[in-house]
């Protein structure tokens, strides 16, 4: 059984950076694929960023991606990631999920099948 929790939103204000932690249990292997996304009312879920569980492979969305990054603690098994530069247009609940493989899509909400309960990010303006 998988269980994600993430942790570490909060209200910040533009320019200000921000560092969100999922903390995972259960079957985690290497090719894996553990994936943040976010979620505005009224929008679909919306790719961030994913991370091959051995850290070879990373993908950011076009809008983050000069400004968050994608990290992980293999041994403490927690997925990070690391937000900076914030944007009002950044807010919305993060959630991280997780796929048992890399590959065709990573970027897709629809294709992970574990996820976390969500942390809420505000970015103020």
């Known amino acids: 059984q998988v269980q994600l929790a993430e942790s570490g939103g909060g209200l910040v204000q533009a320019g200000d950076s921000l560092r969100l932690s999922c903390t995972t249990s259960?079957?985690?292997?290497?090719?894996?694929?553990m994936g943040w996304f976010r979620q505005t009312p009224g929008k679909e879920r919306e790719f961030v960023a994913a991370?091959?569980?051995?850290?070879?492979?990373?993908l950011y969305a076009d809008s983050v991606e000069d400004r968050f990054s994608i990290s992980r603690d293999r041994a403490k098994n927690i997925l990070y990631l690391q937000m900076s530069s914030l944007r009002a247009t950044d807010t919305g609940v993060y959630y991280c999920?997780?796929?048992?493989?890399w590959g065709s899509g990573t970027t897709s909400h629809d294709s992970y099948p574990f996820w976390g309960q969500g942390t809420q990010v505000t970015v103020s303006s």
């Open positions: 991370l091959k569980w051995d850290g070879t492979t990373s």
């Open positions: 259960g079957r985690t292997v290497g090719s894996s694929a």
């Open positions: 999920a997780m796929r048992s493989a």
